[in-house]
């Protein structure tokens, strides 16, 4: 049961030391707390945990113009960051993590600005049928966040030239564009400000918990755990990830997300293999490495691997069963 709200705002526009604030919350978070942390980032584009960076974003026309490419610890797929964008995160144990609550103090935040949202799927937040927020999760051993973005008056020219978006993605959610697919809350409130929603946000996550929030500062946390993490996040190894020269790839796209598969092959057998996905399980995608190297490149071969797999998360067990039914249509 949550006794105790924590809120704490980032003053730091920083992506890797946002990130490092967050993790570090993360892993001090106490067994009766819930925080909800605020930050934003200036000029980011931040991919999930197992997407490939390179495919994602236009690096170098980024670094260029002095953004900031980042790699998160959660699942999902690449979004922009700018200014007008208010990031937020809601840390707690295991047995306190509620998704449904923890939405409905964004969604009581907006209808506070008399905006009616709505959920879509799991991750997605709409105003008539156009996002303003999308969402992802991870969870560490009994630690767990939920994050994501709201979208007040962000920059959509400079989103749709940093991000290269599939049309196969784009086809499959039956829209023409980045652009067309998202949202200002600015549109539907004019006059928002970043902190008048911070204002509003505070007061919903008060009265969804019923509780009164303490007011956490950054500068209270340990300044050396937090440069720590910060070089972490901002190192080349955990932006841009292990590279590979691979022989064979193999791509696909399903309801839960992209697939990537990419394969190191040696006289028959499979040396290495990266996989890339923007599925909302990075636990699950970073598993079918291990499954995958060391066998034949052969379908029959990765798919009697992979029908090894087992989890008592019933949606990965439908995940797995998807990639063998497409492995076997591959010509290998």
């Known amino acids: 049961m949550i006794r105790k709200l924590s809120y704490i705002e980032s003053k ?3 992506p890797y030391r946002n990130l490092a604030v967050e993790e570090y919350l993360l892993l001090h978070c106490a067994e009766d707390e819930c925080i909800l942390y605020l930050w934003q980032n200036a000029n980011t584009v931040v991919i999930g945990r197992n997407q490939n960076i390179w495919k994602e974003c236009i690096v170098n026309k980024l670094e260029d113009e002095k953004g900031y490419p980042v790699r998160r610890q959660s699942g999902g797929g690449a979004v922009y960051h700018d200014l007008g964008n208010l990031n937020f995160t809601f840390l707690v144990r295991k047995e306190n993590y509620d998704v ?16 009616n949202a709505k959920k879509s799927g799991r991750n997605d937040i709409l105003i008539d049928e156009h996002k303003f927020s999308g969402n992802a999760f991870y969870k560490q051993g009994e630690y767990c966040y939920h994050h994501g973005t709201l979208m007040v008056d962000v920059n959509l020219g400079e989103l749709s030239r940093y991000l290269t978006v599939s049309k196969e993605k784009l086809q499959a ?8 697919r998202v949202v200002n809350l600015k549109s539907y409130a004019p006059g928002l400000t970043i902190d008048q929603l911070k204002e509003k946000l505070r007061a919903s996550f008060e009265e969804v918990y019923g509780l009164k929030a303490r007011i956490l500062e950054v500068s209270e946390l340990d300044k050396e ?9 901002s190192s080349w190894d955990w932006i841009y990830g292990r590279t590979l020269a ?16 990419q394969f190191q092959v040696k006289n028959g057998k499979v040396r290495d293999v990266n996989v890339f996905s923007d599925s909302m399980k ?35 067990e439908r995940m797995m069963a998807d990639i063998i039914e497409w492995i076997k249509t591959e010509d290998l």
């Open 282 to 316: 990075p636990e699950f995608i970073e598993q079918l490495r291990g499954y995958l190297k060391n066998i034949r490149y052969d379908k029959h071969a990765i798919c009697v691997e992979l029908g090894l797999y087992w989890s008592s998360d019933k949606e990965e």
């Open 100 to 115: 449904d609550r923890q939405l409905e103090v964004i969604l009581t935040a907006v209808r506070k600005l008399g905006i």
């Open 246 to 261: 691979f022989q064979y790839e193999l791509s696909k796209r399903f309801v839960w997300g992209q697939i990537t598969l």
């Open 12 to 14: 730091e526009t920083n």
């Open 173 to 180: 959610k039956g829209v023409d564009s980045v652009r067309s």
């Open 225 to 233: 755990e937090i440069r720590e993490r910060t070089e972490k996040f």
